[in-house]
């Protein structure tokens, strides 16, 4: 029997009242082209917003940020042809993760000169973890290292994703309120009050468009002003040519540069990111009416995220993750196909490829962006609360452990921006405690998982009986 024939016969289908089930090729192609690019739609909201929230910090000019936009759509598409048809084979859509904001955030703060520059160190520290990554994954490492990070370990990990950008919020947001709270308004009715289950699948794109009309409305008639806050200027999408070059295509930003702080403080995002789609294959797989993921297939779906991060690396992307956004959509469509996700895949390329969709994306203004800011790093810190639900809160040793690596992952990283570590004899170990201590997430994940693993407890109380 051949190994494409293993792969096959190793994910089981059950009669879970799906629609278009996961072998399923619906007809006619106008039906998947549909189905496609609703798909995109329902991901399209938080893979834009990585990027534009990092490319100001970046000091990005609107060419750049096309770049970078287009970059993004271009690795997710890739890194989605490598899952669905390499990894799990579940019709998982992977896109721009958030876990490593801070990551980023952090080697922006370390590296002078910010642009091209700052892009390039970036793209090395998402080559390096991702090839770790990829290891974790097809060596079978990630069964053994998932019995030491149980929910106590996770929930405050990734509460710190959403907590430690505290700073970046109402700043941003206040630069116009008017616009920036009809955003996080949008945000929080078509998640919680729309009585259209459709609707409630895109409530960050919903809100972006929205945002983005008020502040076109205002741009259009003389409110805002050019230079002003939430001002939309088309002269970018105007001047921007239709198609990428292609000698862009690779290392759009030069040759990725190297560096082993950097490498050790994007290491927590991506175990992050890992144990994330961790839960998400099962996921997955029980609302596509397919068998639970076997061992391999868990360790394939981790090794082919490596995989599909190393090419976002070398296009000159962000990190990618696989989206829960896309699992609620199968349950809600009942449309499992991978064939459906296949072409979702090669439409992202394509939209990676056309040069003006990452001029426009990049004319959304600061304070559309500062809203959703508002809106989604509570939700991602609450995320993180529901982590901690598993486990035994009201055990006093959860306490301690959670409670201190919080605290810590959000004070230690103060300390260090003020006292920097300075060793004249071991500068690269200076620079590794310097990157890691001013990553909240990376704090708060170092502490959390030695204070776990070293103090007793029971099974029940770390929630993983």
Do not use: H
Not at 55 to 84: E, R
Not at 219 to 246: C, H, K, Q, S
Not at 309 to 319: E, Q
Not at 407 to 432: K, T, W
């Amino acid at each position: 029997m051949s190994a494409e024939t293993n792969v096959e016969t190793e994910i089981e289908t059950n009669d879970n009242g799906m629609i278009y089930g996961l072998d399923d090729v619906p007809k006619p192609f106008s039906k998947t082209l549909g189905l496609s690019i609703q798909a995109i739609l329902t991901m399209f909201g938080a893979t834009v917003a990585v990027p534009l929230l990092v490319g100001p910090k970046l000091g990005l000019g609107p060419v750049q940020m096309a770049i970078l936009v287009s970059a993004c759509f271009i690795a997710a598409g890739l890194a989605t042809l490598v899952q669905v048809n390499f990894g799990t084979r579940l019709p998982i859509i992977q896109g721009t993760s958030f876990s490593f904001l801070a990551p980023f955030f952090a080697i922006i703060a370390t590296v002078d000169g910010g642009g091209a520059e700052t892009m390039a160190y970036i793209s090395g520290a998402v080559i390096s973890g991702a090839l770790v990554e990829a290891f974790i994954g097809f060596s079978g490492l990630m069964g053994v290292l998932r019995k030491y990070i149980t929910p106590v370990v996770i929930g405050p990990t990734i509460m710190l994703i959403g907590l430690g950008l505290y700073e970046a919020g109402a700043p941003q947001a206040g630069q116009n309120w008017i616009i920036s709270i009809i955003v996080i308004l949008a945000v929080f009715y078509f998640s919680l009050m729309s009585k259209s289950k459709k609707l409630s699948l895109f409530p960050i794109l919903i809100a972006v468009v929205i945002g983005y009309i008020v502040a076109l409305f205002m741009t259009l008639t003389g409110i805002l002003e050019p230079g002003m806050p939430g001002y939309v200027d088309f002269a970018p999408v105007t001047n921007a040519p239709w198609f990428r070059d292609p000698r862009s295509l690779i290392f759009p930003w030069g040759m990725p540069k190297f560096k082993l702080s950097f490498f050790f403080a994007i290491l927590a995002a991506y175990l992050a990111s890992a144990i994330e789609s961790f839960g998400d294959y099962f996921s997955m797989a029980d609302v596509a009416g397919a068998s639970e993921p076997t061992t391999k297939q868990i360790n394939r779906g981790i090794g082919s995220e490596g995989i599909g991060c190393l090419l976002a690396g070398l296009v000159g992307a962000f990190a990618n993750t696989s989206y829960t956004e896309n699992i609620g959509l199968v349950g809600l469509t009942k449309v499992a196909s991978r064939y459906v996700t296949t072409v979702a895949a090669v439409l992202l390329i394509v939209l990676g490829l056309f040069a003006k969709t990452g001029a426009l994306v990049a004319t959304i203004p600061g304070p559309v962006v500062g809203g959703v800011y508002c809106a989604l790093f509570g939700l991602i810190a609450a995320v993180g609360l529901s982590n901690l639900m598993k486990a035994d809160m009201g055990s006093q040793r959860n306490q301690m452990i959670v409670g201190f690596a919080l605290f810590m992952g959000l004070s230690l990283p103060v300390y260090f921006g003020n006292n920097p570590l300075e060793l004249p004899n071991a500068q690269v170990l200076a620079e590794i405690v310097n990157t890691i201590g001013t990553t909240g997430m990376g704090v708060t994940a170092i502490l959390a998982l030695i204070l776990d693993n070293v103090i007793p407890g029971t099974d029940e109380e770390r929630g993983i009986a």
